[in-house]
């Protein structure tokens, strides 16, 4: 048994209690008991999103029927500055009933659900709560976006970048932000500069998904952020660009200052040459200058593996990053083992190595690929 605990194992029933109290003390009337029983019956075999659910939807079951009534009674034990409640311990994923509460319960109430999110996310993040809102209310969520983008609040103003995220991980995507990711362009640009790295580093998330996507978009976006960019924002710019730089995209690296590069490549060597599966790959190789310049060098490595129907299909590994003078050399060597993974199968037959500089393939080794047994 594992000494550290299941996340959903934090949602319990202590956490329902606490809960209850906190509402009796702002609204006598809760049946806290009968609550605290109704969550204690179900909660058990639950994951950690259908916990979040059980205790939003005992809520609006034991809370006044009227949606903003009981609203205004889950933010009332939220903000807590005469510190009258004992303190929730991790609230931001603890808490994360009362943004499903919203999310669940609150559609038909637009302003008022929309107004208590930039309460409610101070405390736990609503970025999964607010998404149904811009695909139902796309003018009136917007319109909070952008003033939101101004909040002295750090969580909600992170909040504008993260909750319109196209491809937010657990969360619906935003097809409408997928086809044309234009108005969250405009929301991203109000934020590039924010004082906050958690903002900083939502923004980069949310550029990096619609890369998946729009890649020359971002692309686009990125150059004309490099232009008098700080270092915060050239932070903010590499961490957006990391899936493309992964994948080699020349055009990423140029905007971090990558270039065509001026090598040749020389005594590529692999060995073995017939490598059994469960091994490792050795390999390595020397890259000459034929600039009359300096060169920002990102070396990689591409491996070619067989698929089942014998095409071969790249995955790009990160080597090395590398400052190259004129007229020197750089001599690297790297073991790549090829072993049973969850994500990939292998395939026997002939594979490739290719040695990648900025982006440009410049040669590559084959090797055989055998399956043990065969």
Not at 212 to 228: E, I, S
Request: a positive charge; proline letters at 6%; glycine letters at 4%.
């Amino acid at each position: 048994m594992s000494e550290f605990p299941l996340l959903k194992d934090m949602i319990d029933l202590p956490l329902a209690r606490q809960i209850a109290e906190r509402i009796a003390a702002v609204y006598p009337q809760f049946a806290r008991e009968e609550f605290i029983a109704a969550v204690d019956a179900e909660l058990h075999g639950l994951e950690l999103k259908p916990r979040f659910g059980l205790i939003a939807n005992k809520l609006r079951a034991y809370l006044p029927r009227d949606y903003p009534v009981a609203l205004n009674i889950l933010l009332a034990i939220l903000e807590d500055d005469r510190h009258s409640f004992e303190p929730i311990e991790d609230p931001g994923l603890r808490l994360m009933s009362i943004p499903t509460f919203v999310e669940r319960h609150g559609l038909e109430h637009p302003r008022q659900s929309l107004e208590a999110m930039a309460v409610i996310t101070r405390h736990s993040s609503c970025e999964l709560a607010i998404r149904p809102f811009i695909t139902r209310y796309p003018e009136q969520t917007m319109t909070k976006l952008r003033a939101w983008a101004q909040d002295s609040d750090e969580h909600v103003r992170r909040l504008v970048s993260e909750g319109s995220r196209p491809r937010l991980p657990w969360a619906p995507q935003l097809r409408e932000f997928i086809a044309d990711p234009t108005p969250a362009l405009a929301l991203l640009e109000r934020l590039k500069d924010d004082s906050s790295l958690y903002v900083r580093r939502s923004v980069a998330n949310h550029l990096n998904d619609i890369s998946k996507d729009h890649p020359q978009v971002v692309l686009d976006t990125l150059k004309a952020w490099r232009t008098d960019a700080g270092e915060q924002r050239l932070w903010l710019i590499n961490h957006a660009l990391r899936s493309l730089i992964k994948a080699g995209d020349p055009r990423a690296l140029a905007i971090l200052g990558y270039g065509e590069p001026q090598v040749t490549l020389h005594a590529l060597k692999l060995s073995p040459k017939r490598l059994i599966f469960g091994g490792e790959l050795s390999f390595s190789f020397q890259l000459q200058s034929v600039s009359d310049q300096a060169q920002q060098l990102m070396i990689d490595y591409v491996m070619q593996f067989v698929k089942a129907n014998g095409k071969r299909a790249p995955k790009v590994f990160k080597l090395k990053k590398a400052t190259l003078k004129t007229g020197d050399s750089l001599s690297l060597s790297k073991s790549h083992a090829i072993r049973p993974i969850s994500t990939r199968r292998y395939y026997a037959g002939l594979q490739r190595l290719e040695i990648q500089v900025n982006g440009r393939i410049v040669g590559g080794a084959d090797y055989e690929l055998v399956m043990a047994g065969d």
